[in-house]
C-alpha cells in the first residue's frame, strides 16, 4: 500500500448523478394557450419531527379574458394534495411523468378574473423534510422547478431550535425569533432545491436495535426506518454466508447526516485503520430515507460487502475489487430477497445508471488499475463505479453466483493479503476454469500472468545460485526479495525484482563465457606484439 498521510482511509460508495439530488428539469414548451408569466411562491414550515407544510402559490396579474397556462413539478403521489384556484378558474391540468423518479409535471391551464388576475394554491405534506441525529441535521426541500416565464420565492420556516451552519443557496435574509428561524430566498431556474444544514441542542435519543451479527445504533424517531433495515441484513446474510463461507459479528450500522453539499452524493461509507488493519462501522446517508425503495437498501448490502471483503484479506487498494463486487453483489443480493417486487424500480433505476455510464468506457477499463482510496483516476468516479461492477456483472452473467462461491473460497485457502490484481484476476480465473488473463487485457489491464511469474521463479532458480557466477552476490538476494514478495501476493513487484535478477545473473553468466575467449585472445595479442618488439631490435641491443 503506499504511504498514507491520513490515519483513516474511506471506502464509500457514491451516487453522484442520482437525480434526486441536483435536478434541473428541461422545460417542454407548449404551443397554445399562451405562457403566462407570474410569481410562484414556496412556503415550507419544517416542525420538530422534521415533516413539513408545504405551500406553493402562483399568482398572475394584468392578464387579458383569455386562456394561459403554466406548470411546475409536484410530488408524483399527489394523495392528499390540495390544489385549488384561489382567483380566476381552472379549465384544465395534466400530469406528466418526468425523469425524476418522485416528480411530475402539472401543467396547468386557466381563466383570469374580471380583474385580469389568477391565483392557484397547491398544498402538501411531506415527510423527511428535515433529517436530524442529534448534534447535526440537514432540511433538503422538494424539487423546485417550475416554467421560466415566471419569477420565484420561497420562504423556510425552521423549529428555533435549529441552528443553521451552510445554506445553498445563499439566502436573501435571515430572520430569528424565539421560536423560529425564518429564511427567505428568491428563486431562479438554476436553484432546484434549497439545502440548510444545521446544529441543534437537543440530547439524543439513541436506541440499538440488536440482532447479530449486526447492531443497528439509531435515534428513536428513526426506529420503524432501521427496524426495515435490519430485515434486509437479516434476510441478506444467510445468503451471503452460504456464498462467502464466513461468520462475521460486531458489525455495528449507523445513519449521518451529511455535513455539506459533496456528502449529498455518498450513499454510505465504512473507515478503514490502515495502522490497525481495521474496518470500522458501517455508516449509512439518513437522507437516502427519501430515495427510491430499493436504493439504501442495496446500499446497506453495498457497504456491508466491505466488511466480507476485509475478513476475506482483499485489501481496500484493490479498490476497483471491493467496489465492482460491492455493487455487483448488493444489487444481486437484494433482488433475490425482494420477492414481491418492492425495490425493483429503485435496484433497475441503479443498474440502468451503471450500464448506461459502462457503455461511456467503450470497453477500456485501464484507468481501474490506478483506483485507490482518495484516488480518482478519472473526472467522473461514478464511471469507475460502473465499470467495475459492468466487469463481475458481465461474470456473473455468464458462470452464475457460483463464481463467486469458488472464489471466496479459494481466496479463503489461501488465507494472505490480496492487494494484486495479477492474483485476483489469477484465483478468479481457477474459480472460472478458465485462463481470464486475456479477457483483462483486452479491457485494458496491464497484468502479469501469476503462472509466469511462478515458473521464471522456478526457471531461474539454479541460474542465480551458480556459485562459479561473478555476479550471484547481487543476483540472489534479488531473487530472494522477489521470493518474498510472491508469498505476500504482490506479483507486479515480484516480477520486477525477478526480472532484474535473472539479468544480472544472466549478465554474471556472459561474464563467464566469455573469459575464456577474452584471456586467449589476450594471449595471441601479447604474442603477437612480442614478436613484433624482436624483429624489431636492433643488432646489439638484447630485446
Not at 504511504?3 to 448523478?17: A, D, E, G, N, Y
Not at 390540495?82 to 411530475?104: C, D, K, Q, R
Not at 443498474?351 to 459502462?358: C, F, I, M, T
Request: with cysteine; net charge positive; charged share 20%.
Amino acid at each position: 500500500m503506499p504511504q498514507l498521510k491520513v490515519k483513516i482511509i474511506i471506502l464509500q460508495i457514491c451516487l453522484i448523478s442520482l437525480t434526486l439530488i441536483n435536478a434541473t428539469p428541461t422545460a417542454h414548451g407548449v404551443g397554445s394557450p399562451e405562457e403566462a408569466s407570474g410569481l410562484y411562491y414556496y412556503e415550507i414550515e419544517v416542525f420538530d419531527n422534521g415533516t413539513s407544510l408545504i405551500k406553493i402559490s402562483f399568482e398572475a396579474r394584468g392578464l387579458r379574458p383569455r386562456e394561459y397556462f403554466s406548470w411546475l413539478f409536484v410530488p408524483v403521489n399527489l394523495t392528499g394534495t390540495l390544489i385549488y384556484p384561489l382567483s380566476g378558474s381552472l379549465v384544465n391540468a395534466s400530469l406528466t411523468s418526468s425523469e425524476y423518479y418522485f416528480y411530475s409535471r402539472y401543467e396547468f391551464i386557466f381563466l383570469p378574473n374580471e380583474s385580469g388576475m389568477f391565483a392557484l394554491l397547491i398544498k402538501y405534506r411531506m415527510n423527511y423534510s428535515a433529517l436530524i441525529i442529534e448534534p447535526k441535521g440537514v432540511f433538503v426541500s422538494p424539487l423546485i422547478y417550475f416554467s421560466p416565464r415566471s419569477n420565484g420565492k420561497a420562504t423556510v420556516t425552521l423549529p428555533g431550535f435549529v441552528d443553521p451552519t451552510y445554506y445553498e443557496p445563499t439566502p436573501d435574509s435571515i430572520e430569528r425569533l424565539k421560536d423560529l428561524v425564518i429564511i427567505r430566498y428568491t428563486l431562479t431556474p438554476s436553484i432546484p432545491r434549497i439545502y440548510i444544514t444545521f446544529n441543534v441542542d437537543i440530547k439524543p435519543n439513541m436506541i440499538n436495535l440488536s440482532f447479530p451479527p449486526f447492531m443497528i445504533i439509531t435515534p428513536s424517531r428513526y426506529k420503524a426506518e432501521a427496524t426495515s433495515l435490519a430485515r434486509i441484513y437479516s434476510k441478506v446474510y444467510p445468503i451471503l454466508r452460504n456464498i462467502t463461507g464466513l461468520e462475521l459479528k460486531d458489525v455495528v450500522v449507523r445513519f449521518f447526516v451529511p455535513s455539506e453539499m459533496s456528502d449529498f452524493s455518498i450513499l454510505g461509507f465504512v473507515p478503514f485503520n490502515p495502522k490497525t488493519n481495521k474496518v470500522g462501522e458501517i455508516h449509512l446517508n439518513i437522507f437516502y430515507l427519501r430515495a427510491i425503495r430499493g436504493i439504501l437498501e442495496y446500499g446497506a448490502v453495498h457497504e456491508l460487502m466491505h466488511h466480507v471483503l476485509w475478513k476475506l484479506n482483499v485489501m481496500p487498494e484493490l479498490l476497483w475489487v471491493h467496489e465492482g463486487l460491492a455493487e455487483y453483489m448488493g444489487l444481486t443480493l437484494v433482488h433475490i430477497i425482494d420477492e414481491r417486487g418492492v425495490y425493483k424500480h429503485g435496484l433497475e433505476w441503479r443498474e440502468k445508471l451503471l450500464s448506461d455510464y459502462v457503455r461511456r468506457a467503450r470497453g477500456d477499463f485501464s484507468f481501474l488499475q490506478k483506483w485507490r482510496p482518495g484516488i480518482a483516476p478519472i473526472g467522473d468516479i461514478l464511471l469507475c463505479y460502473a465499470s467495475a461492477y459492468g466487469i463481475f456483472k458481465s461474470l456473473g452473467d455468464k458462470y452464475g453466483l457460483g463464481l463467486y462461491k469458488r472464489l471466496f473460497k479459494r481466496i479463503r485457502d489461501l488465507n494472505f493479503p490480496i492487494s494484486s490484481s495479477a492474483l485476483f484476476i489469477y484465483l478468479l480465473s481457477e474459480a472460472a476454469g478458465e485462463d481470464l488473463l486475456p479477457q483483462f487485457r483486452r479491457l485494458g489491464f496491464d497484468v502479469i500472468s501469476v503462472s509466469a511469474v511462478i515458473r521464471a521463479l522456478e526457471g531461474g532458480e539454479a541460474l542465480v545460485n551458480d556459485k562459479l557466477n561473478p555476479l550471484s552476490f547481487i543476483a540472489l538476494p534479488l531473487y530472494h526479495e522477489a521470493l518474498a514478495l510472491v508469498e505476500k501476493g504482490l506479483y507486479e513487484r515480484a516480477y520486477t525484482k525477478l526480472s532484474l535478477a535473472l539479468a544480472v545473473a544472466l549478465l554474471g553468466r556472459a561474464v563467464i563465457l566469455l573469459a575464456p575467449t577474452y584471456i586467449l585472445t589476450s594471449l595471441v595479442a601479447l604474442t603477437i606484439a612480442r614478436n613484433k618488439l624482436t624483429k624489431q631490435t636492433p643488432k646489439g641491443l638484447k630485446a
